[in-house]
């Protein structure tokens, strides 16, 4: 069984190092930066280990399988009804949560969680161990336990109207036909002796009783309930299960404000999982019908003042990480001149090497003119903010990415416009490939014999656009050699195979290709049906077929 952690009287030393963690951290960033990581300094600290309580309180419901069985066929535990039912099995709650079983279930469930359970999301468990089944023995509805009832067809009497005789009894003489007298031979008349004048004998059906057995009941006048199976009684079976509602919740009555929003700012599950507190589980209690697992987090926070070439920054540092939750943008002041540098560099390639050592002085430029090399603006900006977080204020990074953009799109024009004419070049090499040979017949007409014909344009325009994207990606890698050439070695990441932006010559190639296509596609031997269409629309006689 999981055994509850035990809770040391005194925090452990590493929640007051946090101070010094947070100092080296912020001596990793800056460091290359126009400083070094060992001018950063803790100058004071004051440090606070706070108790945080929490609990997983843990409900036990019961679910319910039903199920119906005819007859009297009881099993389990016997009850009057199915109210009854539900209340023996959630009087049975108490009972579990103190069971063993389900406790170890409980726990055992909880240790495979990361975080052992702490902050986990409100959750639904089965518990198998507490299975357990009721019945109710009930009358039978349909026949109202006297296990069979009158037939219907006869209103309980056995008998139904004979239809022979339309319920008279009688049926008309045969050997008179009804008229009481047969032609003699010489044509007088002789009395019917079988009818005796009357015309009329007994209803052969029914000898005149008018009516006769019911076939639905066969005389009986009532029908044994199949419902119940002539037994007169159901038995209604509940299996019952319980499952475990868990939810977590953090203590915060007595917790001061400004410390609830550094553990929202944190999260209270990151808590455990990115290992800012050391958590404890307890010994687990129950109260009526919860299971209750408390838990004890510490939090260190930490009052510090970082000294850096003299000058001070009071900074908040929050959790074991040494996490820094608040500092004054240190590097703002320190990467400015390597800023200017960037945007002096994007108003034109004036003095481009020199301008382009200043700005590389600094790392953080360096991983933006890297980044900026083969990603786009968004992917940076996510990347430093990510890298030097509250060091650099936001404004800093973005006129930081904006300026350096400019300048890597301004020192990489010149190879674009050719990287531009290239892959437009290359581009209508393709066209011609596809429409001066009989490679775009055959295509056609293996659409056609397909049954796509009304796609053929489409495959065209995807000819097209194959073609662009041989331009647009030229543009890039000539962009890229350009840069690879301008930037410093370490600058560039070898290992990323991202491209630099195509700029504004990645819009113009969209016309050059289109161009050249249209070219190429008047110009086939078989002209397209599209481009007839299109000769026919602006009024020029076409070419035969
Ligand atoms: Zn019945
Ligand atoms: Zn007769
Ligand atoms: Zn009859
Ligand atoms: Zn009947």
């Not at 475990?244 to 404000?257: G, S």
Request: with cysteine.
């Amino acid at each position: 069984m999981s055994e509850p952690d035990i809770v040391p009287e005194q925090p452990s030393e590493q929640h007051f190092q946090i101070g010094q963690k947070a100092a080296e951290t912020l001596g990793r960033m800056v460091d290359g930066n126009g400083l070094k990581a060992e001018q950063v300094r803790l100058a004071r600290h004051e440090t606070l280990v706070h108790q945080l309580p929490g609990a997983i309180f843990i409900e036990l419901k019961p679910d319910f399988v039903k199920g119906q069985l005819s007859g009297k066929r009881e099993h389990g535990k016997v009850l009057g009804n199915e109210a009854a039912v539900i209340a023996a099995a959630n009087a049975l709650a108490p009972d579990a949560v103190t069971d063993k079983n389900v406790q170890i279930e409980l726990l055992q469930l909880l240790d495979k969680d990361p975080a052992r359970g702490w902050g986990i999301k409100p959750f639904k468990h089965p518990l198998k161990v507490t299975q357990k089944e009721f019945c109710v023995v009930d009358t039978c509805s349909k026949c109202a336990g006297l296990t069979q009832y009158p037939c219907t067809t006869c209103s309980g009497t056995g008998g139904v109207g004979c239809v022979a005789c339309g319920v008279t009894g009688q049926a008309a003489c045969p050997a008179c036909h009804g008229s009481g007298g047969i032609q003699s031979g010489d044509g007088g008349r002789i009395p019917c002796q079988r009818c005796a004048s009357t015309g009329k004998i007994l209803c052969l059906s029914c000898s005149g009783a008018k009516t006769v057995r019911c076939n639905v009941c066969r005389g009986l006048a009532k029908i044994g309930c199949t419902e119940c199976d002539r037994s007169g009684f159901w038995t209604h079976t509940y299996d019952m299960t319980f499952h475990a509602e868990a939810k977590f919740e953090m203590d915060r009555e007595l917790m001061p404000v400004d410390l609830q929003e550094i553990i929202d700012r944190l999260g209270v599950r990151e808590l455990a999982t990115e290992d800012h507190a050391e958590i404890f589980r307890l010994n687990q209690n129950t109260e009526q019908k919860l299971l209750v697992i408390p838990f004890l987090a510490f939090l260190p926070i930490a009052n510090v003042e970082f000294s850096i070439e003299g000058k001070q920054y009071p900074s908040g540092i929050a959790g074991l990480t040494g996490k820094i939750m608040g500092i004054d943008p240190v590097l703002d002041p320190v990467i400015k001149p390597g800023i200017n540098a960037l945007f002096k560099l994007s108003k034109g390639p004036l003095a481009a090497e020199a301008l382009i050592a200043q700005a590389c002085k600094y790392r953080v430029l360096r991983q933006i003119l890297s980044g900026l090399s083969h990603h786009s603006k968004r992917q940076v900006y996510q990347k430093i903010t990510a890298g030097y977080p509250l060091v650099i204020s936001e404004r800093f990074t973005k006129a930081a990415i904006k300026y350096a953009s400019d300048a890597v799109l301004a020192i990489s024009r010149g190879p674009r416009i050719k990287g531009l004419m290239i892959g437009t070049v290359l581009a209508a090499g393709l066209y011609a490939a596809y429409y001066l040979s009989p490679a775009q017949t055959y295509n056609a007409a293996k659409i056609g014999a397909l049954g796509y014909g009304r796609f053929a344009f489409v495959a065209e325009l995807l000819v097209w656009l194959a073609g662009y994207v041989v331009a647009w990606l030229t543009i890039k890698y000539m962009a890229a050699g350009a840069l690879q050439k301008l930037l410093p070695g370490e600058v560039m990441d070898k290992s990323d195979t991202g491209l630099p932006a195509a700029g504004e010559q990645g819009t113009h190639a969209l016309g050059t290709t289109l161009v050249a296509w249209l070219l190429c596609a008047f110009f086939a031997f078989q002209k397209p049906a599209w481009v007839l269409t299109l000769l026919k629309m602006v009024g020029k006689t076409a070419g035969a077929p």
